[in-house]
Nanobody, 125 residues
Framework: QVQLVESGGGLVQAGDSLRLSCEASGHTFSTYGMGWFRQTSGKEREFVATITWPGEDTFYGDSVKGRFAISGDNAKRTVYLQMNSLNSEDTGVYYC??????????????????WGQGTRVTVSS
């Protein structure tokens, strides 16, 4: 059974940086994607970033391009989300997601079968 465990959330001030991690266990697929979505109360889950293997292609949501960077360690089945220049609109619960094969439309949550419990990020202004 695939399990995703996120870490690294917390309370920061506007302009600060934060790095999230997500480790997958029980995940043995060679072609797959792992990424991040975030959700704020009352809003739909928003695509943040995804990295796909085997090519390590990366994709970003428009609101985080140029500020966030996703990377991963395939051997460790771990992805990282480096978040820079944080602002109050980045506040939310960040969820790690993983697929068991090719990811079609990376921004669609339905493309990912596995989800973590979420880690909260709060940016104070």
């Amino acid at each position: 059974q695939v399990q995703l465990v996120e870490s690294g959330g917390g309370l920061v001030q506007a302009g600060d940086s934060l790095r999230l991690s997500c480790e997958a266990s029980g995940h043995t697929f060679s072609t797959y994607g792992m990424g991040w979505f975030r959700q704020t109360s009352g809003k739909e889950r928003e695509f943040v970033a995804t990295i796909t293997w085997p090519g390590e292609d990366t994709f970003y949501g428009d609101s985080v391009k140029g500020r966030f960077a996703i990377s991963g360690d395939n051997a460790k089945r771990t992805v990282y989300l480096q978040m820079n220049s944080l602002n109050s609109e980045d506040t939310g619960v960040y969820y790690c997601a993983a697929s068991s094969g090719n990811v079609g439309w990376v921004q669609d949550p339905d493309e990912y079968e596995y989800w973590g419990q979420g880690t909260r990020v709060t940016v104070s202004s």
